[in-house]
């Protein structure tokens, strides 16, 4: 069943080349479309607790069944087959619906957003990248390319972020029901306890649905945003050797300061390259010179990597404390008066509403409109 859903999401999602429209209707569809499958998911996640412990209440006897003790420790547990069964079942049932309402909320969100790469030279990446998103995989080919968001960080803090966060859902569940048997204790039927895992389930369910709802949105948002970007940039320093060696350590930077892996910053750094003609490093080493490079370099140069920097910050939708210190960082070291370090915000708010091109228009970042199909 589960196995069934990339092959769901290859077959729905929107094939055509990227042009947005954000009209204000576009902008209420997206409020519609962002509370209905948030709500949707979430009561996906309450229903399968309530037919879960519903089910153990009502066929209690059934679900005695085969029941059998194991001796461990000196300690005789008591295993009961039938309910871990339908525990997984309940699970990968729950599993795949939230599957398919993340393909079906993708597939509205690009036609919505008039999202269209059948002529793109990068349609494989485009398809992958967002089956991974719909898919909750946010996983990307980062790595693939040198760069290692995580490579400042100990792989046992990595991976215990990745347990709690797959485990939060169950550990939240946990902690309410033991807090609430503790005050109220033998006056509460069982039951009634463990239901009250279906607003836990709700949130988490819905909180994950957002995410895959901003991962989205911000994906279709970057990629026009990026091809004027590369293009402008191209135009005015392709023959230019000096920028070659900036880009890498401007992109790891970013990286190692969002501490994700981001499919929008996997395709900002594949153009890139393929637009410099920077060649792949197969695990790059960082170096924490960005702002030595910048200084080196003549200012109206220093100040374009610095719009790339900073792009390559906002296009997963928002700026965390350890990109907002590292901005803070560069304003102290720069001999030069940025303007870009200094509207980053105001750069940030047009983008999560879809218009980070007129930003960069309207304060004469860039003044020519282009179009790509990199």
Known sequence: MIWNLKRTAQKKIIKEIIDFDYQNEV????KRYYYKYTIISGFIGALAI??????????????????????????????????????LICLITELYLLGLVNIQMVTELSTILKFKYD?????????????????????????????????ELSKTYVYLLLILNRAKAFLSNLIIKIVV???????????????LGMPIYFFWNAFAC????????????AQNLI?????????????????????????????????????????????LFKQFDVPIIQKYELKRDFDISLKKLPSHLAEDLLLLFITGMIIDGSINKHERKEIKRLKSLLSFDSQIL?????????????????????????????????
């Open 27 to 30: 902008s209420i569809l997206k």
């Open 50 to 87: 309530l037919v879960y412990y519903v089910s153990l209440d009502t066929f209690s006897d059934f679900f005695l069944v085969g029941t059998f003790k194991v001796s461990l420790f000196e300690n005789n547990l008591e295993i009961k087959p039938l309910p871990i069964i339908f525990n």
């Open 119 to 151: 002529k793109s030279h990068n349609l494989e990446i485009h398809r992958d990248e967002l089956i991974k998103i719909s898919l909750e995989n946010f996983g990307s080919k980062e790595k693939e390319i040198g760069i290692d968001p995580y490579v």
């Open 181 to 195: 048997r503790k005050l109220v204790g033998r006056y509460v039927i069982r039951i009634y306890t463990d239901l």
């Open 210 to 221: 957002r995410k895959v709802f901003r991962r989205t949105i911000f994906y279709f948002y």
């Open 227 to 271: 091809d004027l970007i590369i293009l402008s940039m191209y135009k005015k320093y392709g023959e230019n050797e000096d920028i070659k060696p900036v880009l890498y350590e401007l992109l790891a930077i970013v990286a190692v300061n969002k501490r994700e892996l981001s499919s929008t910053h996997y395709l900002f750094c594949y153009k």
């Open 342 to 374: 200094k509207k980053y915000d105001e750069y940030l708010n047009y983008y999560i509403n879809g218009q980070g091109e007129d930003f960069l228009k309207k304060n004469n970042f860039i003044n020519d409109r282009f179009k790509s199909y990199l």
